[in-house]
């Protein structure tokens, strides 16, 4: 929840165990419903949603444009150059002024201050589509990804090799309220913001940071990979290719997990960098049932935040 009571999607466990798998279980009956052929659902009709991206996007941007259409209502693209928050205008006077066209704003932005400001000076609910901070909406389609392929969420060991990033931040908030075994395998200097590891500790999260990556895959459910250099670090990318040597997910390390391990990926993929294009080939593959589910976690989280 929010100011005012408006309900908003920035970080996973700003909701508890109960509505995310509630959010989860909608996810997987919405799905069901439109996959059957199924075109009478409409709760969005006569919505619009504002979706602001300052970085580039495919999965995001088309699942929720699609999702919301698909469920009634109309979504409206502003890419980098039309608002340009921050710049043109201030993120303050950009959130009132969406609130009054708007029933829900989207954002895609570099500085997290800035979508917690969306949701501070906005009266509409604001859902997270990528900080440099974090990535909610990713990890909930994950989830409903390992819970479609596994049967159960709960005691899954995850094993995450690359940065400590963005992706890990939602995947350690994520750990904090549905019990699953997080592990982060990074470089030393990569590892994720110490200030979230010691949040979700102190909620009770099962988690482990660490640097050997051969030796953390062991007894994994599921590896999972992500860029080395997110966006924004681009520049960065030939001194991460160095310090990131042993971290590639090849098919040594999918031995090692064992042959009931899963492979995931946010995408995009940077094939043979961070992960092989055998691994991403490889039958244990799951990332394109995964980007799939974005939109079906979306449309969910989308209903909650509407509170329809
Ligand atoms: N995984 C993901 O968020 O992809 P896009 O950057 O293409 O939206
Ligand atoms: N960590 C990546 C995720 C892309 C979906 C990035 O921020 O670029």
New binding site residues.
């Given amino acids: 929840g929010g100011q005012d009571g408006v309900r908003h999607f920035l970080h996973i466990d700003d909701y508890d165990n109960k509505t995310i798998m509630k959010i989860l279980e909608r996810a997987r009956e919405v799905k069901a419903k439109l996959k059957s052929g199924d075109k009478s659902f409409k709760p969005f009709a006569g919505k619009t949603m504002a979706m602001i991206f300052t ?7 088309v699942s929720f444009e699609t999702g919301f259409h698909l469920l009634g209502g109309h979504a409206i693209y502003l890419g980098p150059d039309d608002i340009q928050l921050g710049k043109r205008e201030e993120t303050r006077d950009i959130a009132r002024v969406l609130s009054g066209y708007n029933d829900v704003v989207m954002a ?1 932005l570099f500085a997290h201050k800035d979508l917690l400001d969306l949701a501070k000076y906005g009266s509409v609910p604001v859902i997270n ?2 900080t440099d901070y974090n ?1 909610p909406c ?1 990890i909930m389609a994950d989830a409903l990804t390992i819970i479609e392929h596994k049967g159960y969420i709960d005691n899954v060991k995850v094993v995450y090799v690359g940065d400590g990033n963005n992706v890990v931040h939602s995947w350690l908030r994520f750990a904090a309220v549905v019990p699953i075994h997080f592990v982060c395998a990074c470089p030393r200097g990569f590892e994720p913001d110490a200030a979230t590891v010691e949040l979700v500790r102190s909620k009770g999260a099962k988690i482990d940071i660490v640097n050997d990556p051969m030796e953390a895959v062991k007894g994994a459910d599921v590896v999972y990979s992500d860029v080395w250099a997110s ?1 924004g670090q681009k520049e960065e990318a030939a001194l991460r290719m160095q310090r990131f040597q042993g971290f590639q997910v090849n098919e040594k390390m999918m031995e090692q997990a064992g042959p009931d391990a899963f492979f995931m990926h ?3 993929a940077e094939r043979g960098v961070e992960v092989t294009d055998g691994v991403i080939e490889a039958p244990n593959s799951i990332v394109f049932p995964q ?1 799939e589910n ?1 939109m079906h976690a979306q449309n969910a989280v989308m209903l909650h935040v509407v509170g329809e």
Avoid: D, E, I, V
């Fill in positions: 970085k580039p996007s495919m999965r995001t941007r895609r589509g990528l990535h990713q966006m946010c995408l995009p980007a974005r």
